[in-house]
T-cell receptor, first 114, second 117 residues
């Protein structure tokens, strides 16, 4: 079983839709949670960074972390064709020998059509 | 400010050969991490270097090695290439204000696409 599970999709939505992307994880030591966006043949770009449980909002993006359920989500409001990309969740432990190691999900391919 | 840069962009090698990939971090960043991303998968952690010392290693064979230079740039070396080493190799840099205090924000470069024939 992988430490981080993410539905690979693909997910196709119309422009303006609300998109929900999710990851589950098994390692209870994860404390830091990130969402990256990756366009085709490019490196991942950091979208959201949260610590422990709770919500964080940045423009059209909202990240939620529920540590009790080991479940994180990214919501995209008013989705745009430019949001079409692969979305990767990533997690990290706090310090110790795993310091600096990000564990990624498989990535969800999102297409927003006009 | 320039982001993380990597070279070369693309590389084609044959089985058994050796390859060296290069990374320059964001100015002021002292840590570099390397990831391997196979097509259709998320990146897999290979190494992290901070202040020229290895601080973390992923589950990769000894054919993979890396080093960090005094200017904080880094090289990833892969020996005895296998077909399965074909992937996008990503470098990420981070600031690390307080080592060990928590996860640092990692910024990724565009990657080097390695094809092994």
């Amino acid at each position: 079983q992988k430490e981080v599970e993410q539905d690979p999709g693909p997910l196709s939505v119309p422009e303006g839709a609300i998109v929900s992307l999710n990851c589950t994880y098994s390692n209870s030591a994860f404390q830091y949670f990130m969402w990256y966006r990756q366009y085709s043949r490019k490196g991942p770009e950091l979208l959201m960074y949260t610590y422990s449980s709770g919500n964080k909002e940045d423009g059209r993006f909202t990240a939620q972390v529920d540590k009790s359920s080991k479940y994180i989500s990214l919501f995209i409001r008013d989705s745009q064709p430019s949001d079409s990309a692969t979305y990767l969740c990533a997690m990290s432990e706090a310090g110790g020998t795993s310091y600096g190691k990000l564990t990624f999900g498989q990535g969800t391919i999102l297409t927003v059509h006009p | 400010d320039a982001g993380v840069t990597q070279s070369p962009t693309h590389l084609i090698k044959t089985r058994g050969q050796q390859v060296t990939l290069r990374c320059s971090p964001i100015s002021g960043h002292k840590s570099v991490s390397w990831y391997q991303q196979v097509l259709g998968q998320g990146p897999q952690f290979i190494f992290q270097y901070y202040e020229k010392e290895e601080r973390g290693r992923g589950n990769f064979p000894d054919r993979f090695s890396a080093r960090q230079f005094p200017n904080y740039s880094s090289e990833l070396n892969v020996n005895a290439l296998l077909l399965g080493d074909s992937a996008l190799y990503l470098c990420a840099s981070s600031l690390i204000l307080i080592p060990g205090a928590g996860a640092d924000t990692q910024y990724f470069g565009p990657g080097t696409r390695l094809t092994v024939l």
